[in-house]
Every structure is written in C-alpha cells, then in structure tokens.
C-alpha cells in the first residue's frame, strides 16, 4: 500500500497497530458521565420553567420535592417528578387548544 501511495502521489498515514489496538484508539472513547453531572443541570431550568406556568404557591410541596430527589441524589425519583410535570403542562395545553377551538 505505500509503494501505490508512493507511485500515484497520493498521500497517506501509516499507523502502526498491535494486536490490541481497538477502534476507540482512533476514533476516542466515550467518557464515563454521572447521572449527577445530567440531571443538576435540569433542575433549575426545570423550576423556572415550571414557575412560569403554575402558581408558585400550590406547587410549593411539588418543587420542594424536586429540590429533596435532587439533593439525596435520588435520580430515578427526579426525573419521574420531572415527567409528570411536563405530562401536566401537555394536558394543560391540550385542554386550552380544546377550548380555543370551541370559540
């Protein structure tokens, strides 16, 4: 293969292997990520959002419970209270589309 290379000019890289090279060492591996490092993230962006479509003052105990799930590092819990969160908000959406069309 390097002698074609050499006699049409065309370039080329050569790359000595062993027998236990593997394709992450050319293309990277993937980094290991905490579940932490993908849900903190989310829970602000979370609670303003959800701020600015319900009351503040009946859903205290809910974000309280976002805020609890988050800092004991309850993941599972975290994003089953962000899910139903966003379940309510299509809901609400859906009954407001309803009501639109009626007019």
Known sequence: I???AR?????LTVVNLSNQSE??????GFKP???RHLCLPLVPKFHNAFMK????SSNAEFLTRIARYAEKRKWSHLLHAFRAGV????????????????R
């Open 23 to 28: 394709s992450a060492d050319f293309l990277g």
């Open 7 to 11: 006699l049409t000019g065309a370039p």
């Open 53 to 56: 479509t319900f009351p503040s």
């Open 87 to 102: 379940e309510r908000v299509a809901v609400l959406a859906e009954a407001a589309a309803e009501s639109s069309k009626k």
């Open 2 to 4: 390097q002698e074609l």
């Open 33 to 35: 990520v905490s579940s």
